[in-house]
């Protein structure tokens, strides 16, 4: 299994940006896609996930209403859409996947190598 992250970047409070998660190496259509973030001084936290078994959503309650997830099927991609962003948004957002069939995740095995995500004006 292969995740790669992409997408992020600096961008200033208010503003939103989309990261994406290329996912590849399944060989069944069970697993589900967690995004997870690592703030400086904060634990790491999962904020979203995605269900590829039966296409149910997660987002972290707080976060609820500025974050949105989805799945391009055609690019077998998972894209985390971020709007209103804070600079308390600002950390490393990883990628992971599970053979879990549902959010959020408890047990995420795979894992991307992260993209950085910036809020500052």
């Known amino acids: 299994v292969q995740l790669v992250e992409s997408g992020g970047g600096l961008v200033q409070p208010g503003e939103s940006l989309r990261i994406s998660c290329a996912v590849s190496g399944f060989t069944s259509e069970h697993y589900s896609i967690g995004w997870f973030r690592q703030a400086p001084g904060r634990d790491r936290e999962e904020v979203s996930c995605?269900?590829?078994?039966?296409?149910?959503?997660w987002v972290k309650n707080d976060l609820k209403g500025r974050f949105y997830i989805s799945k391009d099927e055609p690019e077998n991609r998972v894209d985390l859409y971020m709007e209103s962003l804070k600079p308390e948004d600002t950390g490393v957002y990883l990628c992971?996947?599970?053979?879990?069939?549902?959010?959020?995740?408890?047990?995420?095995?795979?894992w991307g190598q992260g993209t950085q995500v910036g809020v500052s004006s």
């Open positions: 992971t996947a599970s053979l879990e069939t549902d959010c959020p995740l408890s047990e995420p095995f795979w």
């Open positions: 995605f269900s590829n078994t039966n296409g149910s959503t």
